[in-house]
């Protein structure tokens, strides 16, 4: 059987914007820091109003990037380097969820980690403004 990297190269390659974007979302990653990250270029579309998606594992170092075919350019670096701000703050998420869930119960939980996840979204889009111009152009 193919080990993680492997199957997730595989999946990039499905066709050439696929295997395009895997490249260029490697390579951003590299440039700040998640070197040690495996990231996946999905074929599949965001949620409707979303430019770009990112799901995370917990606990892992893996992450699956759907990007809008629309997305070009500046956009499209923006929508990346804002996405992998959430890679970036991972272990902080899992950290924050995991407490959180000893601690706190029902509805306390539910509205703790939800005003978490609001912030969280606007460091990433803040890492986004920050990171996005040391990034190369796709």
């Known amino acids: 059987m193919a080990d993680a990297a492997t199957r997730i190269r595989e999946a990039d390659e499905c ?3 696929c295997t395009r974007l895997a490249d260029y979302v490697r390579a951003c990653a590299d440039l700040v ?9 999905a074929h ?3 949620a409707a109003g979303n430019d770009a ?3 995370l594992v917990p606990g892992r170092r893996i992450g699956r990037l759907r990007i809008a075919p629309a997305l070009e350019g500046d956009d499209l670096r923006h929508g990346v380097a804002h996405e ?3 890679a970036l ?3 902080l998420m899992d950290t924050v969820r995991e407490g959180a869930r000893d601690e706190l119960g029902g509805a306390a939980y539910r509205v703790y980690v939800g005003a978490v996840d609001r912030e969280h979204e606007r460091l990433a889009d803040t890492l986004a403004v920050v990171l996005g111009p040391v990034l190369p152009l796709p």
């Open 15 to 17: 066709c050439p914007r």
């Open 33 to 41: 820091g998640l070197r040690d990250w495996e990231f996946q270029v």
């Open 44 to 46: 599949d579309e965001p």
């Open 53 to 55: 998606e990112i799901d």
């Open 84 to 86: 992998l701000g959430h």
């Open 89 to 91: 703050c991972a272990n």
